[in-house]
């Protein structure tokens, strides 16, 4: 009788050794495996080398072979007629499409007038009206007067600085108590 921590039942999978036996056996068949298929390869490899070796040999000998020795290639074709003459030299290019635009004179009279006469004062423009504490901060917007092009004078424009409000959406409302 055999003394085992099973009784007289043996492992699950059989002895230690059965089972150390088969891993290793396992490995020595994935490895012939791959080797059987290496071989496989090389073997159709070789197959094709010699099917196209074959097609060659048949090119060159037998009976209406392409290349047999009495082969001659074939005759040259009739002599085509000269080719006509190349064109002449191409024309010159044409001018660029950007042309220099220079202003009209203008007369010594009209020029020295614009010389001599005083810029216009500038005008001042009026300051928008200040902000009127009781409405709510949406409702104190008003347009820039400064900013709208019908009331533009010129190109010189005063340039109002508008008053520093505090908050980034008009004043500031007090914490709840």
């Known amino acids: 009788m055999m003394n085992s921590p099973f009784g007289n039942k043996s492992p699950p999978g059989g002895p230690k050794y059965i089972i150390d036996?088969?891993?290793a056996l396992a490995n020595e068949?994935?490895?012939?495996?791959?080797?059987v298929g290496k071989l496989?390869?090389?073997k159709r490899a070789l197959e094709f080398e010699i099917s196209e070796l074959m097609a060659i040999k048949a090119k060159h000998s037998g009976p209406g072979a392409m290349y047999a020795s009495g082969w001659m290639p074939p005759p040259p074709a009739p002599e085509a007629p000269p080719a006509p003459e190349p064109p002449a030299a191409p024309p010159?290019?044409?001018?660029?499409?950007?042309r220099t635009v220079h202003p009209a004179p203008v007369p010594r009279r009209k020029l020295m007038k614009a010389v001599t006469?005083?810029?216009p004062p500038p005008l001042a423009a009026p300051a928008p009206p200040p902000p009127a504490p009781d409405l709510p901060a949406w409702a104190q917007w008003r347009?820039?007067?400064?900013?709208?092009?019908?009331?533009a004078a010129g190109p010189t424009v005063a340039v109002v600085v508008p008053p520093v409000r505090t908050g980034l959406f008009g004043m500031r409302?007090?914490?709840p108590k």
């Open 21 to 23: 036996f088969s891993k």
């Open 29 to 35: 068949v994935k490895i012939l495996l791959a080797e």
């Open 40 to 42: 496989r390869d090389e």
């Open 92 to 98: 010159a290019p044409a001018p660029g499409g950007w």
């Open 117 to 119: 006469a005083p810029p």
């Open 143 to 151: 347009p820039n007067p400064l900013l709208n092009p019908g009331t």
């Open 173 to 175: 409302t007090p914490p």
